[in-house]
């Protein structure tokens, strides 16, 4: 059996401050097209079964145009085929699409109704496909296992995942989003998110539908499980460069009951992101740096690599004063005439103590390293206890080295900023 498996969409992310022909920003534009791009290319490919990893949008209130170009998305991935069956579509709740608000319905529930699409937005859920009218024949003895993002963390302190398990008889497909156990995401994030237990990822399916990691390609490096991220159909942010930024579109998979998937990446084009050759400023002067960045981009311009692109230029090793005198605003006008997007990031310089040596990182960092040693992912009601005897420990030892301030100074210099602090304090609480 075929299946396509695409994930982490984001329609409606958008970022700088380019504008399209038709006054919409430039790449939300972009978002919007490589979804379309894979819609159209699944349907050439023809697969009886369509997987949707979660995150179809960047955020939870989406606007009523991307609404409407997600349902007719949605609806011609579900139509009906050339042997007269209908293609099903199977899609999830991402972090990205639910609301903060559990009294808030999730956008997804508006295409509950379309005809072969399969949407799952809360708890674990098995969409099964034998009595639906035109379903392929392939699909009868196939279930689809489906584990939205919020639904890890109530199954975590409800310890629920005995229930996920493979159906006998059938051929089994997980779809969850979320950080698998085991991979590479989830020592990145470790104590910060429910993962999907590592026992769940091993157990018997014919495939692992993954969203969540925009990294494409199978969790562990291959090895054991037979579960795979399909990555973003775009880049968001040069973040994303790091994880195969180039291998963006979804996976063509093949599934036989007892084997192994095949699975091929059906990489699609999209806008040319890059970081241009770091600069080292640490022993040169102002107008040397300056040089660099020209020297950067004349060299990708010579590439041709500059017309369109989203490019990005590091530098470290730069202290302030002396970024503060490098002239940037005829190198960005230079590098905006061909580039979409020309970005500088300074890499901040270590803080050095007294005695030469670099500081340590902030108490916070400390009591997170702590905190995820101590839990290993997120906390357990019964490490709670422990885990907090570890931060009044840690941040009283933090403050006998801090002098207060007086109270009335203190309350002048946070006056100003009472929205920011109210913002963190609520961060820090969730």
């Avoid at 329609?11 to 972009?30: K, P």
């Avoid at 968001?236 to 579109?249: A, I, K, S």
């Avoid at 970081?275 to 640490?282: G, T």
Wanted: hydrophobic share 40%; with cysteine; charged share 25%.
């Amino acid at each position: 059996m075929k299946l396509a498996h695409l994930s982490d969409t984001h329609l409606g992310y958008e970022a700088y401050r380019s504008v399209s022909a038709s006054g919409e920003n430039q790449r939300g534009v972009d978002i919007a097209r490589a979804f379309v791009r894979c819609v159209d290319d699944i349907i050439e490919w023809d697969p009886p079964l369509v997987i949707h990893s979660g995150d179809l949008a960047e955020k939870p209130q989406v606007s009523i145009r991307l609404m409407l170009l997600a349902r007719n998305m949605l609806t011609k991935l579900a139509s009906i085929r050339p042997d007269g069956t209908r293609r099903q579509v199977v899609i999830i709740a991402g972090n990205h699409d639910l609301s903060s608000n559990r009294k808030e319905a999730c956008f997804l529930e508006l295409y509950r109704g379309i005809p072969g699409v399969h949407v799952v937005c809360d708890d674990y859920k098995v969409v099964k496909f034998d009595n639906i009218e035109n379903c392929p024949e392939e699909l009868l003895s196939t279930h689809a296992h489906c584990l939205p993002h919020d639904t890890l963390k109530d199954m975590a302190i409800e310890s629920r995942f005995g229930e996920v398990v493979p159906t006998p008889g059938f051929t089994n497909i997980l779809v969850a989003h979320g950080v698998a156990g085991g991979s590479g995401l989830y020592k990145r994030v470790l104590g910060r998110e429910y993962p999907i237990p590592t026992d769940v990822v091993m157990r018997d399916w014919e495939y692992g539908a993954l969203g969540h990691w925009h990294k494409q390609g199978p969790i562990s490096g291959g090895g054991g499980a037979r579960c795979y991220y399909a990555g973003s159909s775009e880049n968001m942010g040069f973040g994303d460069l790091r994880d195969n930024g180039e291998e963006r579109g979804y996976l063509r998979v093949e599934v036989k009951r007892g084997n192994a998937p095949v699975v091929t990446p059906r990489n699609l084009p999209i806008r040319t992101m890059f970081r241009l050759p770091a600069i080292d400023a640490s022993d040169k002067t102002p107008e040397e740096i300056t040089t660099a960045l020209v020297s950067n981009l004349d060299a990708a311009r010579a590439e041709k690599k500059l017309a369109g692109s989203i490019v990005g230029q590091n530098i470290v090793g730069c202290q302030r004063e002396k970024w503060a005198l490098v002239t940037t605003h005829t190198v960005r006008q230079s590098a905006l005439e061909s580039a979409m997007h020309y970005e500088i990031t300074v890499v901040p310089v270590p803080r050095v103590a007294e005695d030469g040596v670099t500081a340590a990182p902030r108490v916070q960092t400390d009591v997170m390293t702590l905190l995820r040693e101590r839990a290993g992912a997120v906390l357990q009601k019964q490490e709670r206890e422990g885990s907090l005897a570890v931060c009044e420990t840690l941040v009283t030892k933090h403050m006998r080295t801090v002098a207060p301030e007086p109270e009335e100074e203190a309350a002048e210099k946070v006056a100003p900023d009472a929205a920011v602090t109210d913002a963190d304090a609520e961060k820090a609480s969730a």
